[in-house]
C-alpha cells in the first residue's frame, strides 16, 4: 500500500524508535530530579532534544517549549495571550483557512467576550499583508496565521506579515506544523514573530509532542503569557508536567534527521510531486485540476480536483493500494472549510482529495496510479 497522507501523520523512523525505547524503558528517569544519574540523563536527553529542535528553527535553545502537540501549543497561545493582555485589548486577527486547532480556539475566545476578525484568502489559500494591515487596531492583541497550510500546501508570507505585525506592534503566532522539517525556517530571522507551533508526528517523529517558540527579549526573558496548567513550573512555568521524555527525545531525533536532509528531501519531495501530476494528468487530462499552487508551497502536498467524481467513493475505492485523505484528518466529517474559502462549491469540495508525500516515499512506487 502505498502511503500518501503524510499530512495527516507519518511513520516514525527507525532511529527514532531507538532512541525512544532507550527512554521508555532503561532510562526512565525524571529530568526534574537532580541527584541521581537516571534523572540527570534524562535531563540531559531533554536538553539535548530542545538543542535539535532549536537547531531546525534556528531558534535559541531556551526560546522552545515541549507541549503534547501543535494543538496544545496553538491554546497556550491564544488562549494565554488573551487572558494576559485582556486590559489591553480584546481583538485578535486569523485567517479563513487556519486549522481547526486555531479556529476552534477563536471561536471559544469570541463566546468569552473578545472579538476575532477572520481574514480571507485567496485562490490558494494565503492572506494579503495588506489586508492584514488595514485589519490591525488600537486594541488588537495577537494575530494568528499558519505558515503552511495543511490541504492545500500553500506557504503564508510569513516574513511580510511578520514586519506588518511588527510595525503595528502586534503579536504575530504562526502555526508551523506542516512546514517544519520541509522547508527552511528562520526564526531569528523573523523578528516580527512571537509564537511558533510545531509537532513531532508530522516530521516521522512519535504522536503526543510538540512545541511552541515564543520570542525571548533581549534580557533572556520569554514574552509571558497565562499558561494553560498550572503545576510543577516545567517549561519556565509555561508548561507544567513532568517531561513525556521518551516523546521529547523522539522529536528531538526527528528534526535532528530533518534538519540534516532538509535540501535532499525538498528536491525528492518535489520529483514525486511532478511525477504525480504528470501521470495524474496524462490518465486523466481535462477531467482534472489543482486546487494547490505549483510554487511558494510545501514541497509532497497536492490537493487535486478529481471533477464528477466523489472523493469519498474514490479514497475508498483506492484504499487496498493508495492511501490519501478528503483533506485535514481532523475535521473530515464536515467538508473542507479551507476549499470553501478558497471559493470552491460543496460539490467541487467533494471532489478534491490531498495527497501528501513523504521524503522516504520511493519514487518508482508512484507508478502505481497509471494502472488504477
Ligand atoms: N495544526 C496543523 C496545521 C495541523 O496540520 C495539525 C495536525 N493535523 C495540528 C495543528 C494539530 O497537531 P497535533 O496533532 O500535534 O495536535
Known sequence: MLYLDNSATTPILPEVKDKMITYLTEEYGNPSGKYYDLAINAEAAVKDARKQLSKLLNSDEKEVIFTSGATESNNIVL?????????????????????????EVCEYLEESGFEVTYLDVDQFGRINSKDLKKAIRQDTILVSIIWGNNELGSLNDIKAIASVCHEKGVFLHTDATQVIGKIPINWQEIEGLSFLSCSAHKMHGPKGVGALTIRKDRYGKLIPLTPLFHGGG???????????????????????????????????????????????????????????????????????????????????????????????????????????????????????????????????????????
Not at 494576559?84 to 487556519?98: C, D, F, L, N
Not at 496524462?282 to 489543482?290: A, D, P, V
Not at 466523489?310 to 483533506?327: M, R, Y
Request: aromatic residues 6%; proline residues 2%.
Open 79 to 103: 488562549k494565554g495571550v488573551a487572558q494576559y493582555y485582556s486590559s489591553q485589548g480584546k481583538h485578535i486577527i486569523t485567517s479563513k483557512a487556519e486549522h481547526s486547532a486555531v479556529l
Open 234 to 372: 516545567q517549561e519556565e512555568g509555561i508548561r507544567s508536567g513532568t517531561y513525556s521524555v521518551h516523546n521529547i527525545v523522539g522529536m528531538g531525533e526527528a528534526a535532528r534527521i530533518a534538519n540534516n536532509n532538509l535540501e535532499k528531501n525538498k528536491k525528492h519531495l518535489k520529483l514525486l510531486e511532478d511525477k504525480l501530476i504528470e501521470i495524474l494528468t496524462n490518465k486523466f487530462s481535462e477531467n482534472i485540476t489543482l486546487n494547490s499552487d505549483s510554487k511558494n508551497k510545501i514541497p509532497g502536498v497536492i490537493n487535486v480536483r478529481f471533477i464528477g467524481l466523489n472523493n469519498e467513493v474514490l479514497l475508498k475505492k483506492l484504499s487496498p493500494l493508495i492511501a490519501a485523505s478528503t483533506g485535514s484528518a481532523c475535521s473530515s466529517a464536515k467538508p473542507s472549510h479551507v476549499l470553501q474559502a478558497i471559493g470552491l462549491n460543496l460539490k467541487e469540495v467533494r471532489e478534491s482529495i490531498r495527497f501528501s508525500f513523504s521524503p522516504y516515499t520511493n519514487i518508482e512506487d508512484v507508478n502505481i496510479f497509471k494502472e488504477l
